[in-house]
């Protein structure tokens, strides 16, 4: 076994760009690039905060590759922009645009990210940590292309879906499978090793705004600029969810079960996504594979708070400290 590498695949809203930054601040892998995909924002709009936010924290070597634009089943680019996140997916806060250009297709229809992945899976095999944080576009269509190199990942730890709890954009899905549900479904029942991070898990682990005032007492200008961008998310989930003490940190816990996976207890099952009607975009078990002894996807019920919360504020902190 050799170092570990890890690629994260955002649609940059504001928990994509805390799951970037933790992961930037963790020693145990080394971040070989980032993929983007439509979701939080539109396709551009996610890549621009990628770049955007990368420059921020100091860390312009680390490619951004060009990845889908629509979901599986759309015949036009996703344009919708998600109140959660604000006007431009950082909460509104404008960053400095970044002058690098990102990895693009060499032909028209074409997917960089999937050319990106599949290569690190063949490169690194074992050793690549995957973490997808939006919808799971890219990698159905990696799987599609090149299921065998896929299988050779060593780790897939996806934020998505919800098993024990409602959804949060319809009763039954979360938003990550709701943006692409033909997608969730075809990595689901691929049979591919999948831990799935999802509501049951990221609605425990959340942040107050107490905590922003230690990034800003750092007084660099990525710890101000995250505790505005941050800040603005908090408002909004605090006025939609009274019952939670912050935001949720759905993306960067994602991010730190796929670098520590003891810091959840899962289940073992076979997930699917139920495609029509009134539940569409729901992750649930998939009754034709009840039976079968094989379990692909790990979901995560149980998390240790404690020691999540040590991780990600120290790991923050550090990051937001960099320039
Ligand atoms: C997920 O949806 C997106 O809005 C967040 O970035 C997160 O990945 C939470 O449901
Ligand atoms: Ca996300």
């Not at 576009?137 to 299988?151: G, K």
């Not at 816990?253 to 520590?260: G, K, R």
Request: glycine letters at 8%; proline letters at 6%; a negative charge.
């Amino acid at each position: 076994m050799g170092a570990k590498r890890l690629i994260l695949d955002l649609d940059l809203g504001i928990d994509d760009a805390m799951a970037l930054a933790c992961a930037l601040a963790s020693p145990e892998a080394e971040l070989i690039g980032v993929t983007t995909v439509f979701g939080n924002v539109p396709r551009a709009q996610s890549v621009a905060n990628c770049l955007a936010v990368l420059e921020l924290l100091g860390h312009p070597e680390v490619p951004v590759v060009e990845g889908a634009d629509r979901a599986l089943a759309a015949t036009e680019p996703y344009t919708t922009m998600v109140d959660v996140h604000g006007t431009n997916g950082m909460g509104g806060v404008e960053l400095p645009a970044s002058r690098r250009e990102p990895v693009r297709a060499a032909e028209t229809g074409g997917n960089a990210a999937v050319d990106f992945l599949l290569e690190a899976a063949k490169r690194y095999g074992e050793d690549l940590i995957f973490v997808p944080t939006g919808p799971l576009t890219n990698l159905a269509l990696a799987l599609e292309r090149d299921a065998d190199a896929v299988r050779r990942i060593g780790r897939i730890v996806l934020m998505g879906g919800a098993l024990t709890q409602p959804g949060n954009v319809t009763p039954g899905a979360e938003a990550n499978i709701a943006n692409d549900p033909e997608a969730a479904d075809a990595v689901f029942r691929s049979g591919v090793p999948v831990t799935m991070v999802g509501l049951d898990v990221t609605h425990q682990v959340q942040l107050a705004q107490t905590e922003l005032d230690r990034w800003r007492a750092l007084g660099t200008p990525a710890a101000d600029a995250y505790a505005q961008i941050v800040g603005y998310y908090i408002d909004f989930y605090v006025r939609r969810s009274p019952y939670l003490r912050g935001c949720a940190l759905h993306d960067p816990l994602a991010v730190a079960v796929a670098l520590d996976p003891s810091l959840v207890e899962t289940f073992a099952t076979n997930l699917k996504v139920d495609l029509e009607g009134p539940f569409r975009g729901r992750t649930i078990g998939d009754p034709e594979r009840l039976a079968d002894p094989h379990k692909t996807t790990e979901v995560a019920l149980k998390v240790d708070l404690e020691r999540f919360e040590t991780i990600f504020k120290e790991r923050m902190l550090q990051a937001l400290s960099a320039k």
